[in-house]
């Protein structure tokens, strides 16, 4: 059942990443970065959460159905 679930947030981590990449991309990323420095908020909170789903899908699934 953990690697299941890891699998599955291994690949909604890896969507994550590839569509927060395309976010910084976006019109209102080069808005926001023009007069901030930086790329929107939920461009950089995708990044973040994908990152994070896909280093805890991978500890899942390599983790597998041990006990204890």
């Known amino acids: 059942m ?3 679930i ?3 947030l ?3 981590g890896i969507v994550l ?3 927060g990449i395309t976010a ?3 019109f209102s990323s080069d808005v926001s970065r023009f ?6 908020d939920k461009s950089v909170w995708m ?3 994908g990152a994070v789903a896909a280093v805890t899908g991978l500890a899942l699934s390599f983790r597998g159905n ?3």
């Open 2 to 4: 953990n690697k299941a």
């Open 66 to 68: 041990r006990l204890g």
């Open 24 to 26: 910084m991309d976006s």
């Open 10 to 12: 291994l690949v909604g």
């Open 47 to 49: 990044l973040i959460g």
């Open 35 to 40: 007069f901030t420095g930086s790329p929107t």
């Open 6 to 8: 890891g699998i599955a």
């Open 17 to 19: 990443i590839v569509l």
